[in-house]
Nanobody, 116 residues
Framework: QVQLVESGGGLVQPGGSLRLSCAAS????????MGWYRQAPGKQREPVAI???????NYADSVKGRFTISRDNAKNTVYLQMNSLKPEDTAVYYC??????????WGQGTQVTVSS
């Protein structure tokens, strides 16, 4: 089992920045990739950014150039730096860990609201 705890969400004005953190614990030796998804009200959960431990990183087109995913292996933590935030970025952001056997673990989610 892998446990994920997110933090860093909140209310920010358009054009502002936030950094989300996701701390992993448990059977992290089996994790092959980590990333972030988001779910806005009335919409399906969608991928935002994924990084594999082999060094591959992918972003949704809607966040390319504005969001950056990174990780601190020593702290077993993944970050999502979000810049130039837009109202359409408002959603609950979920951390995801993917095991080598492709099983998935989710965090509890953290709310990001972009509004003036």
């Amino acid at each position: 089992q892998v446990q994920l705890v997110e933090s860093g969400g909140g209310l920010v004005q358009p054009g502002g920045s936030l950094r989300l953190s996701c701390a992993a614990s448990g059977s992290i030796f089996s994790v092959n990739a980590m990333g972030w998804y988001r779910q806005a009200p009335g919409k399906q959960r969608e991928p935002v950014a994924i990084t594999t431990f082999g060094g591959t990183t992918n972003y949704a087109d809607s966040v390319k150039g504005r969001f950056t995913i990174s990780r601190d292996n020593a702290k077993n933590t993944v970050y999502l730096q979000m810049n130039s935030l837009k109202p359409e970025d408002t959603a609950v952001y979920y951390c995801l860990a993917v095991n080598k056997d492709l099983s998935r673990y989710w965090g509890q989610g953290t709310q990001v609201t972009v509004s003036s």
